[in-house]
């Protein structure tokens, strides 16, 4: 069976991984308050900027199981160093571009990094991480997305008061590749020998690929990504498209990120006490729905401290939103058929989890385009709501893979 391994890495390897996953993930969400020095400096259209914001996902939305054959082939920590070095190419290649299509191809090469560090990181932590630990370790590892976008938006919003954003690109290249050393040094090394055939991990894909648990599950973690993505990546743009200036529309947006990580880290803790894993999914889809609704269609700027209760609202949908990823994770070994693959299962959910990443911008920026602002957001938040409730009951009957 693919999945029983026994922990090889020390005590800590867990945060080394987290550490490279929250390093990826900083790729990412420095682009959001970048979005207006961008805009200007290349004359970005906003739907330009929402593919901006996905492109990163391209690489995931169509290579996730490519990069898993990768992984059964090669070794997940050689592939998850390969990507760090690949975000650091993209992130330094990135900072000389002169227009939209120069920089939207480093982004296609940081996404292929990202990938290579999303899919495999799971997989190592199964392995080198003790069983009394594992479920913390795959809650921290479901936040290193609200970690990174914490650190970046928070970051970006500060340093790019003082930097330009070329600089702001090349310091994030440097910071990719710093987990580096320690990857190397604390996760255990990859299997040697023949073992890992290209027909046997072929095999093993295609015993995963053909299980329904992976993409009812992928199906239910690109309806909580794609509202999530868009609503937080858009978020500085809202708040400055409102009258928000200086630092403020980055930190506000820094705090959203945080709660789902919270949110992710909480639920690890919760599941970790016994709670049911599954039966958590559908509540936090309604009240992302109910969050959602609330951030966007009511007109705060008549409300008395409108701006403070539309703020609460969208830290509600990011907290109980970062339930989805850590449930999910932490079900990776029960989706993974017997002889099945972990990192296929990874690659399939991380394949469909880009895929909303990617189209969720470029909806909310469609959405705000055709009808002149961002209260239609909600239509394309509760429509996932919905979708992701009805993907709950599914996957809730989907057998236990044996």
Excluded at 87 to 94: I, K, M, N, T
Excluded at 138 to 163: D, E, K, N, P, R
Excluded at 250 to 276: D, H, Q, W
Excluded at 385 to 397: D, E, P, Q, T, Y
Aim: hydrophobic residues 55%.
């Amino acid at each position: 069976m693919a999945l029983k391994t026994h922990p090889t890495g020390t005590g800590s390897s867990w945060i080394v991984i987290v550490a490279a996953g929250v390093a990826a993930g900083l790729q990412v969400w420095k682009l959001p308050p970048a979005l207006p020095y961008l805009r200007h400096d290349l004359s970005l259209t906003l739907v330009q900027a929402g593919t901006l914001l996905g492109i990163i996902q391209l690489a995931g939305m169509l290579g996730g199981l490519a990069i898993s054959l990768l992984a059964e082939l090669i070794g997940e920590r050689r592939c998850l160093s390969g990507g760090l070095i690949l975000l650091f190419v993209g992130s330094a290649g990135g900072g000389f571009a002169w227009s939209a299509a120069p920089l939207l191809a480093s982004r296609a090469v940081e996404g292929a990094g990202f990938m290579l560090v999303a899919v495999t990181g799971p997989g190592l932590i199964r392995r080198s991480t003790p069983p009394a630990r594992f479920t913390t370790a795959m809650g921290f590892w479901g936040a290193y997305q609200g970690i990174s976008t914490f650190a970046g938006l928070i970051t970006g919003a500060l340093v790019l008061q003082v930097v330009p954003w070329r600089v702001w690109w090349w310091a994030m290249a440097v910071l990719a590749l710093a987990p580096l050393p320690c990857v190397l040094a604390r996760v255990p090394r990859d299997a040697s020998g023949g073992a890992r055939g290209a027909a046997a991990a072929l095999t093993r894909i295609d015993r995963t690929v053909r299980a329904p648990g992976p993409w009812a599950a992928g199906l239910v973690f690109a309806c909580y990504t794609l509202p999530w993505m868009a609503v937080v990546g858009f978020l500085p743009t809202i708040y400055r498209d409102s009258g928000m200036a200086g630092i403020w529309p980055g930190v506000l947006s820094a705090v959203v990120g945080a709660a789902n990580a919270i949110g992710s880290i909480t639920t690890a803790a919760l599941m970790k006490r016994g709670l049911p894993v599954r039966a958590l999914l559908i509540p936090a889809f309604i009240f992302m729905a109910i969050t959602s609704l609330l951030a966007f269609v009511t007109h705060w700027n008549t409300v008395p401290a409108g701006t403070a209760w539309q703020f609460l609202c969208v830290v509600a949908f990011s907290l109980t939103g970062g339930a989805i990823p850590a449930i999910l994770l932490r079900m990776i070994g029960e989706l993974t058929p017997t002889g099945g693959s972990a990192p296929a299962t990874m690659g399939l959910l991380q394949q469909l989890f880009n895929t909303g990443s990617f189209i969720g911008p470029t909806i909310a920026a469609w959405l705000a385009t055709r009808t002149g602002g961002w209260h239609s957001t909600w239509w394309m938040t509760c429509a996932c709501a919905a979708a992701g409730i009805v993907l709950s009951l599914r996957l809730k009957n989907c057998p236990r893979p044996t």
